[in-house]
């Protein structure tokens, strides 16, 4: 136990480092142990770095995950994610992960809504994979949501929302 506790604390300095090649060593280690401790520290060090290999590295190990307790995290970085391309990939990760991620829908309806084109897209496959998920109370308030949206929508986005409510009812 004393063991796993000082492996953690070293992780925990080695993943601050900017030098892809020592964090991928890190990245390495961890990935035998199994546990998602890490995971919300790697997810952290994703929306705080700049190096586009070190955030390859933590989509690529986060993608490789096959646990559906890693969505909570997922959702969380998505709800913290300030970055396009970690936004749309962790996105992605949801909707092919094939989990049922029907409690965060309203997260996932309301970037269809407000996001970009791209990362609209990547929400609305979310919400049409999970549509089965549903409750129809939920169903009825995304659909409320959009309307209330609709309007002030790019004409490219009306047709993204249209759509989502044909795929809600």
Not at 75 to 94: G, T
Not at 101 to 127: P, R
Not at 156 to 165: C, P
Request: proline content about 1%.
């Amino acid at each position: 136990m004393e063991q796993q506790k000082d492996n953690q604390l070293v992780f925990l300095e080695t993943i601050k480092t900017e030098k892809p090649h020592q964090f991928a060593v890190a990245l390495e280690s961890i990935k035998a142990s199994g546990t998602i401790f890490y995971i919300p520290h790697l997810i952290e060090k994703l929306n705080n770095t700049e190096d586009i290999d070190i955030q390859s590295q933590i989509l690529d190990f986060l993608h490789s995950i096959k646990d559906k307790n890693v969505t909570q995290y997922y959702v969380e970085a998505i709800k913290n994610s300030n970055k396009s391309r970690i936004l749309n990939s962790l996105l992605q990760f949801c909707w092919e992960s094939g989990y049922d991620l029907a409690s965060y829908g309203d997260i996932f309806v309301k970037l269809v809504i407000s996001e970009n084109y791209e990362t609209a897209i990547e929400a609305f496959t979310v919400v049409e994979e999970n549509q089965l998920n549903y409750t129809q109370e939920q169903k009825d308030e995304f659909i409320e949501l959009i309307n209330q949206n609709i309007e002030a929508a790019s004409n490219e986005k009306k047709s993204l929302l249209a759509e989502l409510v044909k795929v809600l009812s």
